[in-house]
């Protein structure tokens, strides 16, 4: 046990605390059990290494990483008990989708120490619903996305920005401080700026290797699917990629790749739980968010540059863009004559000489225009939509 606490220890030390995520001022941070889950990359772990540096007493807290060495011969509730005597009283879990029966561990844990407060974080696919042991009664479940444009712009160019909610976005309120030439950011940010390793060398190869370990590692282990289906996922990913913006035929695909209609329904939802695709739905099914797939999206902007690179569709960047940053905070349908609806809005994005021909004058219907600095009336600037988080 002396070996983690030095671990963590080292970790606390190289923590930085003056760049935070939007999430970390909303957790609720004193109850008892809190669930952080994201997709590889996004910062989950720093987030909970801020809060025990900034907010608690190191002595009194401990970090662990599922994976550690350390629970090959040891559990994870013996760690909390020798903790608990110890008179610790935060317990931080990294990664706990890698902790074989990770969810009866942690419901054990919660009900045999009233007074230990637990944090865990684990990846997006991780189904806190799914086994034996119900957690939704017990853990409070957050998810973390990747950074918005509002974000990159602190993390990597250090500039200020206020959090828009979507009217005043469609109102044409936004105010960048000290930003003259808004594009140029945000075309760095479209290829290197949804993951905070962006700023850092070598990010290609890294959401590469993100991207490898989400398909043949973390979708089938938490699918309890084969170690073959890695393979099929890759070759479903590569698909979507090349097609996009792609309307699935699900029958077609199924062909392609082997494997029958429903298994394909539940890689697209492994895939999109995992942060690599994103599935706008219509309003088929009576409660949004349960209609029919209209279309799917790569996940963000980044992971397109990644795939496809140069040869990236224009138009599905700018949907992309759109739908990633929009969904933190809005539900959406698709429009049957536009792109989109959030709430009772349409819009439809485009380049800076998209014409309103697909929308109604209403005064409830927006073009959300690429390559335009400012908007007018009811033209949008898309960057602008990646302020809202």
């Known amino acids: 046990m002396r070996t983690l606490y030095q671990k963590f220890e ?3 030390q190289n923590t930085t605390t003056d760049f935070k995520r939007y999430l970390y001022d909303n957790v609720s941070w004193e109850s008892r059990m809190i669930g952080i889950i994201g997709a590889r990359g996004v910062g989950k772990t720093t987030m909970i290494l801020q809060h025990i540096k900034e907010k608690l007493d190191s002595k009194k807290a401990l970090y662990v990483s599922a994976d550690d060495m350390y629970f090959g011969d040891h559990r994870l509730i013996d760690l909390a008990e020798d903790f608990f005597k110890n008179a610790g009283e935060y317990l931080f879990i ?3 989708h890698k902790y074989t029966d990770w969810s009866r561990e942690l419901k054990n844990i919660y009900d045999s120490f009233p007074t230990l407060k637990v944090v865990f974080t684990g990846s997006s696919v991780l189904d806190i619903l799914k086994g034996s042991a119900d957690l939704s009664r017990r853990a409070i479940i957050y998810k973390l996305q990747g950074l918005s444009f509002r974000e990159y712009l602190k993390l990597f160019h250090n500039y200020e920005s206020d959090i828009y909610t979507l009217k005043q976005i469609i109102n044409n309120e936004v105010k960048l401080v000290n930003i003259q030439h808004p594009l140029p950011l945000f075309n760095d940010y479209l290829r290197r700026g949804y993951y905070p390793f962006g700023i850092e060398n070598e990010m290609s190869l890294r959401l590469g290797q993100i991207i490898v370990q989400t398909l043949e590692s973390d979708i089938p282990q938490y699918a309890n699917l084969s170690v073959g289906t890695g393979r099929k996922l890759k070759r479903l990913l590569s698909i979507i990629a ?5 309307k699935p035929n699900f029958s077609k695909i199924s062909e392609m790749i082997g494997v029958s209609r429903n298994s394909l329904d539940d890689y697209f939802s492994y ?5 690599l695709i994103g599935q706008l739905r219509n309003e088929t099914g009576g409660i949004r968010g349960l209609g029919k797939v209209d279309k799917v999206f790569l996940d963000n902007t980044n992971i397109i540059f990644n795939l ?3 040869k990236s569709n224009v138009g599905n960047l700018r949907e992309s863009f759109f739908f990633n940053q929009m969904q ?8 049957k004559k536009a792109g989109f609806v959030i709430e009772h809005y349409t819009f439809e994005v485009g380049g800076k000489n998209k014409q309103q021909n697909q929308i109604e004058k209403d005064g409830k219907s927006f073009v959300v225009k690429d390559d335009i600095e400012y908007g007018y009336r009811n033209e949008i600037p898309l960057w602008a939509f990646g302020l809202n988080y």
Request: net charge negative; aromatic share 8%; hydrophobic share 40%.
């Open 271 to 275: 895939m999109e739980k995992a942060g």
């Open 242 to 246: 090349e097609s996009v913006p792609f």
């Open 94 to 96: 990294d990664e706990i």
């Open 10 to 12: 080292t970790l606390l």
């Open 308 to 310: 496809v690179g140069e």
């Open 328 to 335: 933190v905070k809005n539900e959406f349908i698709s429009s």
